[in-house]
């Protein structure tokens, strides 16, 4: 299975300001997904980034607040903008497929204060 | 939009017991994934069962998926400390099956 590096690993972060998480996959994928985990909850999928094209994002989440980047097939960046305390969560992206599973990177614990 | 509810929420449990924790739907699912999260780290796939009725062990771990493919058990045998974490199931949703839709997972804290 893939291997996913992402960084950083955690940060704490002024209210206003943005942080670009990246991750970086040691195989080429057509698929990368970010999710957020919320203190003490499950994981809610934030959108779907292909490369080439725009990301697709959920319900509840947009790109203004969420900007994505996928320059290749093996690395992508999310930004959370314009933080505010209630951003504070787990970030995580995945690779893989329903077949096969998926693979999850150690995820970026944010703090906004 | 597809819900998967687990059950129990959170589970504190004493090293040597048996436990087992639920995951139903009221939507049906091609396949469904389990897998744990310990802290600071991301979920770790544990099994995928896709026919209804299959029954899958992985050590002391026993996986079952419902005939009706609606729900699915994780039962785990004699705990140790180290199956400590966040049990999530997971399916594919219908709309986009390439996208994951966790359940509401079940925090497990086994103590010696």
């Known amino acids: 299975s893939a291997v996913i590096s992402q960084k950083p690993s955690r940060d704490i972060c002024q209210r206003g300001t943005s942080l670009t998480i990246q991750c970086q996959v040691d195989?080429?994928?057509?698929?990368m997904f970010w999710y957020r985990q919320q203190p003490g909850q499950s994981l809610t999928l934030i959108a779907t980034a292909n490369q080439g094209s725009e990301a697709t994002y959920e319900s509840g989440f947009v790109i203004d607040k969420f900007p994505i980047s996928r320059p290749n097939l093996t690395f992508s960046t999310l930004t959370v903008s314009n933080m505010s305390p209630e951003d504070s969560s787990i970030y995580l992206c995945s690779v893989g497929s329903r077949y096969y599973g998926y693979t999850f990177g150690s995820g970026t614990r944010l703090t906004v204060v | 939009t597809q819900l998967l509810e687990q059950s129990p929420q959170f589970l504190s449990i004493q090293e040597g017991e048996n436990l087992t924790v639920y995951c139903n739907s009221s939507?049906?699912?091609?396949?469904l994934q389990w897998y744990r999260q310990e802290p600071g780290e991301g979920p770790v796939l544990l099994v995928t069962?896709?026919?209804?009725?299959e029954v899958k062990k992985l050590k002391r771990l026993t996986f079952q998926f419902g005939d009706a493919r609606k729900d699915s058990s994780l039962h785990i045998t004699a705990a140790q400390p180290g199956d400590t974490g966040l049990y999530l199931c997971?399916?594919?949703?219908?709309?986009?099956?390439?996208?994951?839709?966790f359940g509401t997972g079940t925090r497990l804290q086994v103590t010696l």
């Open positions: 069962v896709v026919t209804g009725g």
């Open positions: 997971a399916g594919p949703d219908t709309g986009t099956a390439s996208k994951l839709t």
């Open positions: 195989s080429q994928v057509t698929m």
């Open positions: 939507s049906v699912f091609s396949s």
